[in-house]
């Protein structure tokens, strides 16, 4: 049942990148580059529990990751040594999604709409106003006595 690998394995379905984005399953792609291993040796150089190797493996092997590169029964027991079912796997870039800067708004219209300029200029002295609301302390003595105390006149406050 043994296998040789591809060359190019093309993963084109979100599923199989499922598969392969797990941090375990990238180690043991990673080790498997090189040389066959035994489910027992992968856990040894990614430093993963033997116990638990094999879920990862199976996963990858059920998906075509990982195929069996040779058989060989160790004491009555069938040993497996696994490789990458290719030598190159390559990522459909329409599943990755490619992030492309989004220009604002100015530089995307070729004419700016007036009435959203009438917008801005409203908000802009909205803003204003409030600001001209500052607290004075003609009408609340705690805070002309805590100005007192700074050593500024009753009537300036400095807005920050």
Same mark, same amino acid.
């Given at each position: 049942?043994?296998?040789?690998?591809?060359?190019?394995?093309? *993963?084109?379905?979100?599923?199989? /990148?499922?598969? *392969?984005?797990? =941090?375990?399953?990238?180690?043991? &792609?990673?080790?498997? +580059?090189?040389? =066959? /291993?035994?489910?027992? !040796?992968?856990?040894?150089? *990614?430093? +993963?529990?033997?116990?638990? &190797? +094999? +879920?990862?493996?199976?996963?990858?092997?059920?998906?075509? *990751?990982?195929?069996?590169?040779?058989? !060989?029964?160790?004491?009555?027991?069938?040993?497996?040594?696994?490789?990458?079912?290719?030598?190159?796997?390559? &990522?459909?870039?329409g599943l990755i999604g490619e992030e492309t800067p989004q220009p604002s708004k100015i530089e995307d219209k070729e004419e700016v709409d007036e009435k959203e300029i009438n917008e801005v200029t409203e908000d802009d002295s909205e803003n204003t106003e409030k600001e001209n609301d500052a607290p004075t302390p003609e009408g609340n003595p705690l805070l002309a006595s805590l100005m007192k105390a700074k050593g500024r006149p009753a009537g300036q406050i400095t807005q920050q």
């Open positions: 049942m043994a296998s040789e690998p591809k060359d190019i394995i093309r *993963i084109d379905n979100i599923k199989l /990148l499922k598969v *392969i984005s797990d =941090p375990t399953r990238k180690k043991i &792609i990673d080790v498997l +580059y090189d040389k =066959p /291993l035994t489910a027992s !040796e992968i856990a040894d150089k *990614i430093s +993963y529990p033997k116990d638990k &190797i +094999y +879920y990862h493996i199976k996963k990858l092997q059920t998906n075509g *990751i990982l195929i069996i590169a040779e058989s !060989e029964k160790v004491k009555g027991i069938t040993q497996n040594k696994f490789i990458n079912a290719a030598k190159k796997f390559e &990522i459909e870039t």
